[in-house]
């Protein structure tokens, strides 16, 4: 089946700090990407759409200049948290569809601003 | 953006057991999907099934799908320790092309 891998998978850094998370899909290429946040024992909510070759698709509420996505790639998604505070903490996924309507995420990254 | 709600938010049951989970959701669908997610991990697709079609089965799951009463129901059948996880239910955003709603889930403790 179709892989997607994040990296890293923890970090932690301090207030004020960028820190960016890579999605790749190992052995498909996605044109289109989706960045997901999931606060502790909460539901997963779509932060944005990554597309290749332009500009990402922020959900409302959403910080687009807070939250950089940038899709250089049909295999590489990247999302750089800026300036980042504490209440950013949270797990960070990806998520990718190989043509189908199933998507296919990456093990998540666990972000942690102190 | 459409939110699903599944109940019970949590299930303890033990092996051998049957697991049953609700799903509720708002506006109109061509599909819905459940995911599984063990703790601090990412989504596995675990079956979808489509707007025409009433009940599907793979291996001990069965998901049913009421499209009149906006509703989905998963069916974990004999359940065994592995099974313990978070079940979330998933409709389309129509907003961005193939992302998800997610529900709000339901966590499944399967005891030995």
């Known amino acids: 089946g179709a892989v997607v891998s994040q990296h890293p998978s923890r970090v932690i850094c301090k207030s004020g700090t960028s820190v960016k998370i890579e999605c790749r899909s190992l052995?498909?290429?996605?044109?289109?990407m989706f960045w997901y946040r999931q606060f502790p024992k909460q539901s997963l909510m779509l932060m944005a759409t990554?597309?290749?070759?332009?500009?990402?698709?922020?959900e409302q509420g959403v910080e687009k200049d807070k939250f950089l996505i940038n899709h250089a790639s049909l295999t590489l998604s990247t999302l750089t948290v800026t300036s980042a505070h504490p209440e950013d903490s949270s797990f960070y996924i990806c998520?990718?569809?190989?043509?189908?309507?199933?998507?296919?995420f990456g093990p998540g990254t666990r972000l942690t601003v102190t | 953006s459409q939110q699903g709600e599944e109940d019970p938010q949590a299930l303890s049951i033990q092996e051998g057991e049957n697991a049953t989970m609700n799903c509720s959701y708002k506006?109109?669908?061509?599909?819905l999907q459940w995911y599984r997610q063990n703790s601090g991990r990412g989504l596995v697709h675990l079956i979808l099934?489509?707007?025409?079609?009433r009940e599907k089965h793979s291996g001990r799951l069965r998901v049913t799908l009421d499209t009149s009463k906006k509703s989905s129901s998963l069916l974990i059948t004999a359940s065994r320790a592995a099974d313990t996880a978070s079940y979330f239910c998933?409709?389309?955003?129509?907003?961005?092309?193939?992302?998800?709603?997610f529900g709000k889930g339901t966590s499944l403790l399967v005891t030995p």
């Open positions: 998520s990718a569809n190989a043509g189908g309507y199933e998507q296919y």
């Open positions: 506006t109109s669908i061509n599909n």
């Open positions: 990554s597309n290749e070759g332009s500009k990402a698709t922020y």
């Open positions: 998933a409709t389309p955003n129509s907003n961005s092309g193939y992302a998800l709603n």
């Open positions: 052995d498909f290429q996605a044109t289109t």
């Open positions: 099934i489509r707007s025409n079609e």
